[in-house]
């Protein structure tokens, strides 16, 4: 239940420096162990900072929802927030207290120029933080002069060519410097100055970005009975350990930097805090389990650490025994790295101290651990090679995965889901089958230079149905030799990302499909060119144009992707529901593209089991009016906190008056393909139009309604009518000259 003081009587709202005009992005930039000093307008038990930033962008008093110009608030760290309608220098005239203790956060009002509000992450309580007189050195990547401290940051968010993790910025010489790491990833590398130079973070990277230019991996480290003390942030129940680290994956509202999760009480708990940010407020606590998620420079495809912690946490505390590897002056995650690429490891050292790693080859059950106030241990909690082994026998191959801990998710052979699949949950072993190509062709089996394979997709992304392959998955090509004697030996199993190409034709679209009449679906790349293919977990942008509505006069009801040809039943994905996306990872909200007049939404590129091609369908609203269309407030599932995306409930929508509102269904196709996967058919389909050109097309054909066509047969129709009663006509004038010519 909200709460509020007012301490000041109502002031009615006035000019303000920090209203934000109508070319730049309202935005918070947060400072940590800061507090504002002075005594603020409004005392508000809102819940957290999210709530807070959105009463304080909108200009919005708490208490009463009466307009009150807010410039900034203070944060306590867990449910109240002290409004201001000053900010501190150089942007205002307040001062922030010195020393304050460490759960004081100050959030300060800002205005970016040339970004929208998903660049600059509105859907977060800030989108930078800030670390006064300090730099981060040896890593900027690009050096610009600018006219503000608003300019920079809007440059490092706008940064196309690299990921732009953190800024440095001269308030005297105006140098932006914009830097390829940042202060987690470069511990070392930050330093304090007397300068005029403050450091900023990065809060609006994403899932896809956060571990670099070409996504990364993250794993988890998890450490027992520990938590973040006076530091709670959006909460959900959960039913097992790994549903709450896909919260943290999934969180839009929140850059996940760790999560507390309690295996009793089944409550997760997603922060962007971790043991970095908040050292000294960290310690045990009894029946709750504390995880970070780790950039890994490893290739992840052979394990099972997408659903568990990678490796457990045991702080002061070290193994003892025979190094294997070793490197000096590195962060946790490069230890971690190099244990992923060292078959050998089993366990870690890290010094904290001496930035130090050490490789070991044995754990706990075989190595003492002793007490080390410099070092934390670090066991490896995952099972190298998911996949196991695949057993050859005379009914085929036995594909059989061991996992150490339990396993929810689907394994099937490749394009053939409907008909060879196995679904398990919380399973340590699962193993299917796949019969050879002469007993079965259920499995896709086939037989070439001697030995019999077959392709397996194991799902480990999360997303339902489990057909829906993202680049989260991970495909494993198993063999057996056919020449032996008794197929009772052990076959081979090869990590892959490579799909085996087919003679798959594609699925003609139906002649009645209707055309789109006033807007188009069509998808791009990062570079704004149009796409007819796409590889698997490529970023796309899916955008939605129109020739006579704006985008404030669109909005986007519902998306559904749907399997075109393939084999078995094609069952529909929803990507957007309502207005709002279903997976914010992998398809983002619908945003409002100003600068080219259209819709626009993030997507990672996937396909549904059993064919290249996936037609997305969408339905669009048209507003009529300079009030255009309301935005969706959407609820993220990694946070349970609101986000907008500029769809809109389909209920809500269709009940405004039909001269106002107007809606058509559009569709686009893409073909998506595995890294490496070549395409053997001459000609792609089109994916950036709405009526593509498919196989047995002519680049002529032109698709109609179904009452353009009614109209087209009814007119035909009348025509044939005026031609048969000429005919009559004509016949009987024939008749009756010819026999005012005959004898008498």
């Given amino acids: 239940m909200l709460k509020g003081l007012l301490l000041l009587g109502f002031v009615p709202l006035i000019a303000a420096v920090f209203e934000c005009g109508s070319q730049e992005t309202t935005a918070f930039i947060r400072t940590s162990r800061a507090r504002l000093d002075g005594t603020p307008l409004v005392i508000s038990t809102a819940g957290h900072d999210l709530t807070c930033a959105q009463y304080c962008r909108n200009n919005i008093e708490p208490t009463t929802g009466a307009q009150r110009v807010c410039a900034s608030f203070n944060f306590d760290g867990r449910e109240t927030c002290y409004f201001f309608d000053d900010a501190a220098a150089p942007a205002g005239t307040g001062q922030l207290t010195a020393n304050p203790s460490a759960n004081n956060f100050y959030y300060e009002k800002t205005c970016l120029p040339a970004v929208t509000a998903h660049e600059a992450c509105t859907y977060r309580s800030f989108s930078f933080e800030r670390m006064r007189k300090t730099i981060l050195e040896g890593f900027v990547k690009k050096s ?20 732009c993790r953190s800024v440095n910025y001269n308030y005297d010489t105006y140098m932006c410097e914009l830097n390829a790491e940042d202060r987690r990833s470069k511990p070392t590398a930050l330093t304090m100055t007397e300068s005029t130079i403050d450091y900023y973070d990065n809060n609006c990277l994403s899932r896809q970005n956060r571990c670099g230019q070409q996504g990364g991996n993250l794993v988890f480290v998890k450490t027992t009975n520990f938590e973040i003390h006076f530091y709670d942030h ?14 943290c994956l999934d969180s839009l509202n929140t ?51 997408r659903q568990q912690a990678a490796f457990e946490r045991f702080i002061g505390s070290s193994i003892e025994g025979e190094v294997v590897a070793s490197a000096q002056g590195v962060t946790v995650s490069d230890c971690i790295s190099l244990c992923f690429q060292n078959l050998n490891c089993k366990s870690i050292n890290y010094d904290r101290t001496a930035s130090s790693c050490f490789i070991y080859a044995v754990g706990r059950a075989d190595a003492n651990i002793k007490a080390n106030p410099a070092m934390d241990y670090y066991e490896f909690n995952c099972e190298s090679q998911f996949g196991g082994m695949a ?27 409907s008909t060879c699949s196995q679904v398990v949950e919380n399973a340590k072993q699962i193993s299917i089958t796949f019969p050879p190509p002469t007993v079965s062709s259920d499995c896709g089996t086939v037989i070439r230079d001697g030995k019999m394979e077959a392709l397996v997709v194991v799902s480990l992304d999360g997303v339902l149905p489990h057909q829906v392959t993202t680049e989260w998955d991970r495909f494993y090509r198993v063999s057996c030799d056919v020449s032996m004697d008794k197929m009772t030996k052990e076959g081979s199993v090869v990590v892959t990302t490579i799909y085996e190409a087919n003679n798959q034709k594609t699925q003609v679209l139906e002649t009645a499909t209707p055309p789109p009449v006033t807007a188009t679906l069509t998808f791009f790349n990062q570079f704004d060119e149009k796409l007819e293919k796409a590889s698997i977990g490529d970023p796309l942008l899916m955008v939605i144009s129109s020739e006579q509505a704006g985008p404030h006069n669109m909005m986007v009801t519902e998306c559904t992707a749907t399997r075109i040809g393939g084999r078995g039943d094609s069952v529909p994905f929803t990507l957007i529901e309502n207005g709002c996306p279903r997976y914010p990872a992998l398809v983002g909200p619908i945003e409002q593209d100003f600068d080219k ?57 269709l009940a405004e008056s039909s001269e106002e509102h107007t809606a058509e269904t559009l569709s686009a196709i893409i073909r998506v393909l595995a890294k490496g996967e070549e395409e053997e058919m001459d000609e792609g389909i089109t994916g950036n139009s709405t009526h593509p050109h498919r196989d047995g097309w002519s680049s002529d054909t032109v698709c109609v309604s179904e009452t353009g066509f009614v109209c087209a047969v009814v007119s035909a129709s009348i025509v044939c009518l005026l031609l048969s009663a000429l005919i009559v006509v004509w016949g009987c004038h024939s008749l009756s000259r010819d026999n005012k010519s005959l004898p008498k």
């Avoid at 504390?290 to 495809?301: F, M, T």
């Fill in 144 to 163: 610009i002069q600018v006219g503000s401290r608003e300019q920079c940051l809007s440059t490092c968010l706008k940064e196309k060519e690299f990921v």
């Fill in 255 to 305: 850059f996940c930097r760790s999560v507390e999760f309690s295996p009793n009480e089944k409550n997760c708990i997603v922060s962007d805090e971790d043991t970095f940010s908040r050292a000294d407020q960290q310690g045990q606590v009894q029946a709750k389990d504390y995880y970070e998620p780790i950039c890994v420079a490893a290739d992840l495809s052979s394990s099972t650490c």
């Fill in 391 to 417: 057993l050859c026998t005379n009914d085929g191959i036995r594909f059989i995965v061991n996992t150490k801990e339990p396993y929810t998710g689907a394994i099937y052979a490749a394009e053939r889901f």
């Fill in 597 to 653: 007049n259209r819709l626009k939404s993030e997507v990672r590129a996937f396909r549904l089991d059993g064919s290249y091609d996936v037609q997305v369908m969408c339905t669009v609203m048209f507003c009529a009016g300079p009030n255009g269309c309301p935005v969706s407030n959407c609820l993220d599932s990694g946070t349970n906190e609101l986000f907008t995306s500029h769809g809109r409930k389909k209920r809500s929508a």
């Fill in 234 to 247: 959006t909460q959900s129940v959960e039913a097992q350990e790994s549903y709450c680290l896909q919260k």
